[in-house]
């Protein structure tokens, strides 16, 4: 028997849903705080026998559970039981998330519709936030694009911010009584254009990556529905858009590759002050085509630098790094010589952008798309060629790749357990003799490499079916937004471990559910 009115319940309920999921790129505590007001409400609200009757009825809730079942049952091998429970605790909304929104009483189209468009505004929300303090505060620099998301991972809003734009293109457009219109949909496709300059501007390459390979598959699906004569040239324009692209990454490609040959026995030796200059020919570091280590003479970088700015030279920028390599590479970039008289052109601008760890001038266009793919390029080049690989995202994702087969190669059936992930990254990391410093010997960067490692092939299975089941059973993919935004999860898994965080594993748990068991259709084909 319910403690409070049906009516009571049910505004609770919805209250828990809007809190949440404006909480999700706002704040982790709001995710935590309205997941404890829909439990305690569906606890209070009591009529168990019919939510028992729902669950026996709805196969694919259970097996969507068990996703964290699987979790809980793979704490059986010895292992750190502290990581085991830490990690239990973040996918608890496995367990908490299905059997609510899967019991309670189904969601109607607007009030679907209302959630998502409450789930944009705390996106805007966040991004107006991240804009704020890229404006008024100081110590954020445009290299460190990761303080531009202040909430949660950059990596995760961004795939937020990408869903986002989906869910305002979509209701602006479709036809039916859920369409914006008038202001509202001038109003959702202006904040659909931001977000995706918003994206540019926070250099997630991971959700850029993501939202132009989603919006590509949506441009197919729209193509393929046209009736009319022009569908055939659509065709073409898709076919032929992916070269756009490719072009301009061959372009930075090339651009990179022209290196400067420098023949030693012909070189100045000294500088124009008379100074002994520093080659490292075995050196390959580059900086737009220019070598690093060379015409280096550390005295006179010493003193014109004392002169240009506070900081010392031997310490760290405000990045981290330390400031001579960035003073070093930044001359290189604008094809200085590393020595008073290349000190003597950099400009205000310039000083202050090496001070906040900006290694190349061409950084400092945060709007352009080049730079990423420049320093993606370099950060490869620099992992082939020098062997470094710490701090750079695509080496240390193929490090922790490389780590990540060693250990499946070890334990390919069952898994290492879910305690035990770090530590057999630890180990095999010492084992393979991993180019990694200690701080950067992280997991694998890859929810299904996570998955295969941590409970084996047939765990790893289970949990695929697990995911696909429930949306087949419940006809998710004839739903336009799941569709999306399960593309959009599932892309995300290959680059990044997106729910082994609070903030992923709820973004993922709550959509799904929302998606597959809140809404009004599904029940009623489950009554039939």
């Known amino acids: 028997m ?56 709805r196969k694919s809730i259970w097996i969507f559970i068990s996703i964290f079942i699987v979790h809980a049952f793979w704490l059986f091998p010895p292992q750190d039981y502290n990581y085991a429970y830490h990690d239990l605790r973040i996918k608890l909304p496995l367990l908490v998330l299905p059997l609510i929104v899967g019991t309670s009483k189904s969601l109607s189209k607007h009030l679907l519709r209302t959630i998502l468009l409450v789930f944009t505004s705390g996106v ?24 531009l998301s202040v909430f949660i991972s950059h990596i995760r809003f ?26 509202k949909k001038i109003i959702g496709i202006t904040i659909s254009v931001w977000f995706i300059i918003f994206l540019i501007l926070l250099k997630s390459l991971t ?38 692209p490719g072009w301009y990454v061959y372009k930075v490609l090339k651009n990179f590759t022209q290196i400067e040959q420098i023949d030693y026995s012909k070189v100045d030796k000294k500088t124009k002050s008379g100074n002994d200059y520093f080659f490292n020919s075995e050196s390959k570091s580059v900086e737009n085509g220019k070598i690093v280590w060379a015409f280096c003479c550390e005295k006179e970088l010493v003193d014109g630098w004392t002169k240009k700015s506070k ?22 970039s604008k094809g200085l010589r590393k020595d008073s008289a290349g000190i003597s052109n950099l400009n205000n601008d310039d000083i202050k952008a090496i001070e906040n760890g900006v290694p190349n001038y061409i950084f400092l266009n945060e709007w352009k798309i080049y730079p990423m793919i420049y320093n993606t390029i370099w950060e490869l080049y620099e992992y082939k060629n020098n062997k470094y690989a710490g ?44 180019l990694l410093e200690k701080e950067w010997r992280l997991r694998a960067h890859n929810q299904f490499v996570t998955f295969l490692l941590t409970f084996g092939v047939f765990g790893f299975v289970w949990i695929l079916f697990a995911i696909f089941y429930p949306a087949i059973k419940e006809n998710g993919f004839k ?3 799941f569709s999306v935004f399960l593309i959009i999860l599932l892309f995300s898994f290959i680059n990044e471990d997106t729910i082994e965080t609070q903030a992923g594993l709820t973004f993922f748990v709550f959509f799904y559910c929302l998606f597959l068991f809140a809404k009004e259709q599904r029940v009623v084909q489950t009554k039939q």
């Open 2 to 57: 319910p403690v409070f009115s049906h009516t009571i319940h049910r505004n609770i309920y919805i209250f828990g849903l809007l809190l949440l999921v404006f909480s999700l790129p706002l704040s982790m505590f709001g995710m935590s705080f309205s997941q404890l007001i829909l439990l305690g409400n569906w606890v209070l609200e009591g009529n168990f026998r019919e939510k028992v009757k729902i669950l026996k009825s």
């Open 124 to 147: 805007l929300s966040g991004s107006l936030i991240s804009m704020a303090i890229f404006i008024f505060k100081p110590s954020v620099n445009i290299t460190n694009y990761r303080e």
């Open 158 to 183: 961004s795939l937020m911010v990408a869903f986002s734009v989906f869910i305002l293109f979509y209701y602006s457009f479709i036809k039916n009584e859920l369409a914006l219109t008038g202001w």
């Open 207 to 244: 959700g850029l990556l993501i939202f132009g390979v989603v919006s590509y598959l949506v441009l197919w699906f729209f193509t393929f529905k046209l009736k009319f004569w022009y569908k055939w040239f659509c065709f073409l324009i898709l076919l032929i858009l992916p070269v756009i």
């Open 311 to 332: 900081l010392n030279y031997l310490g760290k920028d405000k990045h981290g790094n330390e400031l001579r390599y960035t003073l070093v590479r930044y001359l290189t």
């Open 391 to 434: 701090g750079h995202s695509l080496p240390q994702r193929i490090e922790y790749l490389k780590a990540a087969k060693g250990i499946i190669s070890k334990h390919y059936l069952f898994g290492v357990g879910t305690g035990n992930v770090q530590i057999s990254f630890d180990k095999q990391y010492v084992q393979m003799k991993s």
């Open 479 to 481: 739903d336009f937004l």
